[in-house]
């Protein structure tokens, strides 16, 4: 059969994280001469998930993924599979109710058992989880958090030992949580998808779809129903306003002591901290990460340096073997969005807003999708319904992101001056720039060549900001993406950055 292959080495940012090995796949060359049941529009968990699950209940499905798959934030994530999660269950019960809890913690284990059932050769270990106190207020949060999982049926307990160096007052522990190797787990559930007569299109940028008849159409491709995942919907959408972007940050080091902690190990600051263990290529790494902040608000070298001091305070550290931050969204509420798309043709799903539980979450609504693509009851349906009313617990939330977004449209069209010459510009650095009263994203590569853009983000219209670790420039309103080139790495935009031709001399 002939065949398209890619050699998945790539990720949406320039620093490479553990998971980006050199694997060679190959995809059946697909002919799109039918009406699919499904097109699925992205390659991460979310996506894979819910192509296999549609597939093997009959239906015929095509995947279409605009990089390679794992490229966004599957292969950026750390990797922990957990029973708890960002939005603690106390939080959920205030916005969704107590029965509203109990269902949010049904779908975190449901998506932790879908994983635990998938996978086959993809680094699966089952390991305890530590979350621990270092001062008075963060035991208040800590007994909350017990509380809360305890009411809701999840179990954990309060322990005094925790294998960790940071001194602490209190801790809980979760008995059998996980970790994986996300591209690994991901080339599981993609055999398994075209075994069962998935198609797979990759380099494949879906920008909208048109529908006549219930049928939707992009470019060459049909189908009855389409579902993106995405992380985001491309486009403006109602989910611009009810999510807010974020970075996480993550180093993996190589300890003098040779010891590391068989545990997934998390603190209670704000922002917080994580550390685990994973073997790469043969050699046992400590994976330390946390430091999260909205994408586009803060220098993340500065991010690194302060996670780089963070583990050096704690850890004897012989070197960094990686370093590498990922993307993920925040919705106002707490709780992700799944389903019918809002303002769209019947037949559009998405699901965005994990906060920092993708892995389950992402699992759990390829479960909740698929059963809706096939007009079958789910549980979860009307609790991450995409289009449900927001509980009023979260309307301040809701005016804080918002407003903070109207402030970057307005004010980072603002703070530039002439005085950001390009001369003073150095190689591997960017920064937005004023040259002849136009402002210009300007990147100046390793041979000192210029790389001129247009900074306007082509989703909403906010100014890039120039993240020097990934050499990427990041929208700090809606978490659009651009490489040196001005190339969309991730929605909400689907069209490019415009290049400029600019004196160099400026």
């Known amino acids: ?31 799109n001469d039918l009406v699919y049941d499904a097109l699925v529009v992205g390659g991460g968990i979310t996506g894979l998930t819910t192509a296999l699950l549609l597939q093997e209940a009959g239906k015929q499905v095509i995947l279409a993924e605009a990089h390679s798959p794992g490229f966004g934030t599957t292969g950026g994530t750390s990797a922990h599979i957990n029973t708890f999660a960002d939005t603690t269950y106390r939080e959920a019960e205030s916005a969704f109710g107590e029965d509203g809890a109990k269902l949010f913690a049904e779908a975190i284990a449901e998506g932790f058992a879908l994983i635990s059932s998938r996978q086959k050769d993809c680094d699966f270990e089952s390991k305890p989880g530590y979350l621990y106190a270092e001062t008075d207020n963060e035991v208040k949060q800590l ?56 198609r797979v299109k990759i380099n494949t940028l ?3 779809v048109e529908t006549k008849d219930g049928i939707h159409v992009s470019g ?38 040779g010891k590391y902690p068989e545990a997934l190990i998390y ?33 993340p ?23 590498w931050s990922s993307q993920y969204y925040v919705p106002v509420d707490g709780l992700p969005y799944i389903g019918q798309m809002p303002m769209a043709a019947e037949g559009i799903y998405c699901a965005t807003g994990y906060n920092g539980n993708g892995m389950m979450l992402g699992s759990v609504a390829g479960k909740i999708l698929s059963d809706m693509v096939r007009n ?31 402030y970057h449209f307005v004010a980072d069209r603002v703070k530039v001056h002439e005085t950001d010459s390009l001369k003073r510009l150095q190689p591997g650095t960017g920064k937005v720039v004023e040259v002849d009263g136009q402002k210009v994203a300007a990147y100046r590569d390793e041979a000192g060549n210029i790389h001129a853009l247009n900074p306007v983000c082509t989703h909403a219209g906010c100014i890039v900001s120039w993240n020097g670790e990934e050499k990427s420039w990041d929208c700090p309103c809606h978490g659009a993406r651009y490489d040196i080139r001005g190339k969309v790495l991730t929605g909400p935009a689907t069209k490019d950055l415009l290049t400029l031709n600019i004196n160099e001399n400026k």
């Open 1 to 31: 059969m002939a065949t398209e292959t890619q050699l998945i080495t790539t990720r949406d940012g320039a620093s490479q994280s553990p998971w980006q090995e050199p694997v060679l796949k190959a995809f059946p060359a697909t002919k």
């Open 143 to 198: 007994d909350e958090i017990y509380r809360g999982a305890v009411k809701v049926g999840v179990p954990v307990a309060y322990t005094d030992q925790v294998p960790t160096p940071v001194p602490f007052k209190k801790a809980l522990v979760w008995d059998r949580q996980a970790q994986f190797h996300p591209l690994k787990y991901l080339q599981d559930l993609q055999t398994a998808f075209l075994a069962a007569g998935g």
């Open 206 to 208: 879906i920008t909208g």
């Open 220 to 257: 060459d491709i049909q189908a009855k129903a389409v579902v993106y995942a995405t992380h985001m919907p491309p486009n403006i959408n109602l989910f611009n306003f009810e999510c807010a972007p974020y970075r996480s940050y993550v180093m993996a080091v190589k300890l003098k002591s």
């Open 267 to 299: 603190d209670s600051q704000e922002p917080y901290h994580y550390v685990r263990s994973h073997v790469i290529n043969g050699e046992e790494l400590l994976l330390v990460g946390g430091l999260d902040h909205k994408t586009g608000h803060e220098d």
């Open 301 to 323: 070298d500065k991010a690194f340096a302060n996670l780089d001091q963070y583990v050096r305070k704690y850890y004897s550290v012989s070197s960094v073997k990686y370093r």
């Open 376 to 406: 079958q009851p789910n549980k979860y349906e009307k609790l991450f319904s995409a289009a449900r009313i927001k509980p009023l617990d979260s309307f301040s939330e809701f005016v804080k992101e918002n407003a903070d977004v109207a």
